[in-house]
């Protein structure tokens, strides 16, 4: 997929990503270079290094080669322009405070060391809270909310951001009909003001309806594109078909020598 | 007691101690991290004792640096075990801390058999002795616990973010490794100035204690946070003026026990938290399941046809002793749902809703239940009959939609119901 990507309008550009947990490989040789103003799907079986993939982009994993551009350039100095729905369990929902406060974190980022958040980061917090049907719940303590809205709060967090890429790691997961409903409206809301999204998914149900792109991946791209042209069974069997025995046990192998045991 | 200049240096000095480690025990507890404190303060009497061997100083500042320095390499080595061998994190802080503090024992019992050391004090370390705080000492906990207050309100926003969602905080492009260096250093520099007055052996519990019991009576940080350095405040006070009561009494371990008294009262009666507030609720929900029982049990007597119904013929239905059930009515009477006239039994208004309502939910379930297969006919009353009194109008009502859709109207007809009625031991 070496073909000349312009990276000035290409939102996230990875070109040969490898990247290893404790040494041993999870995701191997990634190219890809993702079009503006799509709702993209990341799609693949368990361990196929789907959040993975999502981590590297934001430099929250090591790479153990290659690179991503955000829009022509690297990451660290674009952190402002990605907005980050990681999974819901990756947090413990009985740290005390609510709802308002966690939405709030999303202005972090612009606010920086030290500063507090103003009136307006309050207001941006509360507007992005009420776009997400969870403005009575801004005073609940986080615990007491039920998947479906601790996802919802999560989802209003990145909004509260205003970034023009969202990545986000199985916000479905676990919730319910009226909430999948509502985050798929705002998606669908946030792909028509050109923002670029790219959304870790389970359900294959559901690719063809929610996903102009779709990015198929095992350990490697299986194959990315167009959703028409990539939602295939070849590919799906491609992708699913079988465990990649060979690159698992290679990865096991590079982890065993590499760690001296 | 003696309420003199003394005392006075000594009880601000304590309560400092207190009010420093409270502070920031609410992030080490809520990062789980408390236990680092532990190993920290152990690690630290070898360094207390080299210190005072290699300068022959018993002056705070050079004992506090010398425990910091072991203290500090205590943690990297467990660090370092866990990064490059399979042992895992508890037993290398086990391993670590037992082998620091042994070698801290025999340089300390070494110092106290040598001339030199017969009057150097050091022992204090080991549980901790206010009374020898002086006026350089108090400088120097003034100190570290301004840098400590300060530095928690300033970083107070990344402190928060990094417990909850370290990852979300590097990608909003702060460094989580910078802040949590910040966060492990301020606990340092806690535990340091702490050893003198409460000792390596308890230490920790001033930074642990005051913040879980300050858990149980608060859902947001910011008053966890407050509510855990005054209690640790307290702490320190009171365990200082109760060990002055009565001499060579060392004051860690009172501290430890005065904190440890408020977190038992807090996990007891803290209200939603606490264990009283739980117990509450868990008898309210079985006294309102037995009474929702009793109401089902009513309808079903009265679509068999019985005219009269008595406390007895309920008893029966309800396969429960008479006592229990005239209990369980005089409870319905007292809350509106049943009256009762000459030994026979009637539902109010109230009373029949509430009874429909759970004679259709019970319904709603067995039939979900079984139309989506995920349970045989005859083994789904049970858990249709625990669920009943769980489920809120909204679930019934996409429970109705959904067997709507597959052609089921579901009417709460007490006939379609299976009878039967889970015991619970509790009925007011």
């Known amino acids: 997929m070496l073909h000349a990507v312009d990276e000035s309008v290409t939102p996230i550009h990875i070109h040969d990503m490898t990247v290893a947990y404790h040494k041993k490989p999870v995701l191997w040789d990634v190219d890809l270079a993702v079009p503006e103003g799509k709702l993209v799907g990341v799609v693949g079986p368990n361990g196929a290094g789907k959040s993975t993939m999502i981590k590297a982009i934001m430099d929250l ?3 153990a080669s290659g690179w991503v551009h955000i829009y022509g350039k690297p990451y660290s100095r674009m952190r402002q322009v990605i907005g980050y729905v990681p999974q819901r369990e990756s947090v413990d929902w009985d740290f005390p405070i609510n709802a308002l406060d966690v939405v709030l974190m999303g202005r972090y980022g612009h606010i920086g060391w030290v500063r507090r958040p103003d009136k307006i980061d309050r207001e941006l917090a509360e507007e992005a809270l009420e776009k997400v049907g969870m403005t009575d719940f801004g005073h609940r303590q986080i615990n007491q909310l039920s998947g479906g809205q601790q996802q919802r709060v999560f989802l209003a967090r990145a909004l509260a951001q205003d970034a023009q890429i969202y990545l986000m790691d199985e916000p479905f997961a676990g919730v319910d009909a009226a909430t ?14 050109k923002k670029t999204m790219l959304v870790v998914h389970h359900d294959l149900h559901t690719v063809n309806q929610y996903f102009d792109w779709l990015v198929l991946i095992n350990m490697r791209i299986v194959a990315a594109g167009e959703t028409k042209d990539v939602f ?10 079988g465990r990649l025995t060979v690159l698992s046990e290679a990865a096991q192998a590079v982890a065993h020598h590499q760690r001296g045991l | 007691m003696i309420w003199d200049a003394t005392f006075q240096l000594v009880l601000l000095g304590s309560l400092l101690i207190g009010a420093t480690s409270g502070t920031l025990g609410a992030f080490a507890v809520l990062r789980r991290r408390s236990l680092l404190g532990d190993a ?22 050079i004992l506090l640096l010398g425990a910091t320095i072991s203290g500090v390499v205590g943690v990297l080595i467990i660090e370092a075990i866990v990064n490059y061998t399979r042992i895992k994190a508890d037993a290398a802080l086990g391993i670590v801390l037992s082998v620091f ?22 022992d204090k370390f080991l549980f901790g002795q206010a009374a020898s705080i002086v006026r350089a000492d108090l400088y120097v906990m003034c100190v570290v616990s301004a840098l400590v207050m300060v530095a928690v309100f300033l970083c107070y926003k990344e402190f928060k973010v990094l417990i909850f969602d370290a990852e979300f905080l590097a990608a909003q492009g702060f460094s989580p490794r910078v802040v949590d260096l910040l966060l492990m250093g301020l606990i340092v520099l806690t535990v340091m100035v702490g050893l003198q007055a409460v000792g390596v052996i308890l230490i920790a519990a001033m930074l642990i204690t005051p913040a879980a019991a300050a858990r149980f009576w608060t859902d947001r940080l910011h008053v966890m946070v407050l509510a855990s350095g005054i209690l640790g405040a307290l702490c320190g006070a009171l365990g200082v003026g109760l060990s002055a009561l009565a001499p060579r009494i060392p004051t860690g371990p009172v501290m430890v026990l005065v904190a440890t008294a408020a977190f038992l009262v807090s996990a007891l009666i803290a209200p939603r938290r606490g264990v009283l507030a739980r117990w509450a609720r868990i008898r309210a929900n079985a006294l309102r399941e037995n009474g929702q029982h009793f109401l089902r049990a009513y309808l079903a007597l009265q679509a068999r046809g019985k005219r009269e119904i008595a406390l007895l013929d309920l008893a029966s239905e309800l396969q429960l002793p008479l006592y229990r059930v005239r209990r369980l009515a005089t409870r319905l009477v ?16 109230l009373g029949h809703k509430e009874a429909d309502f759970v004679v259709k939910s019970h319904q709603l379930w067995e039939y979900y239940l ?28 996409q429970l109705e939609s959904i067997l709507a859709q597959e052609g089921i109207d579901v009417v709460g007809d007490i006939h379609k119901t299976h009878s039967g009625y889970r015991r619970t031991g509790e009925d007011g």
């Open chain 1, 180 to 193: 999948e409903r509502a985050i798929i409206d705002i998606l669908m809301d946030l792909r028509a003001r």
């Open chain 2, 334 to 349: 007292r809350d509106g749902r049943v009256s009762l006239q000459n030994g026979a039994c009637s539902l109010t208004e």
């Open chain 2, 370 to 397: 079984v139309y989506r297969s995920i349970l045989e006919e005859d083994h789904v009353d049970r858990s249709a009959d625990e669920v009943e009194h769980i489920l809120t109008p909204e679930i019934i009502e």
């Open chain 1, 232 to 241: 295939t069974d070849d590919n799906l069997n491609k992708t699913y078909g």
């Open chain 2, 101 to 122: 503090f042994g070698g801290g024992i025999v340089l300390l019992t070494h110092i106290q058999q040598s001339e030199v050391g017969n009057q150097s004090g050091l």
């Open chain 2, 40 to 61: 920290l303060a152990h690690a630290a009497l070898p360094g207390v004792a080299l210190a005072f061997l290699w300068t022959q100083s018993k002056a705070l500042p």
């Open chain 1, 61 to 63: 994993v090591p790479k």
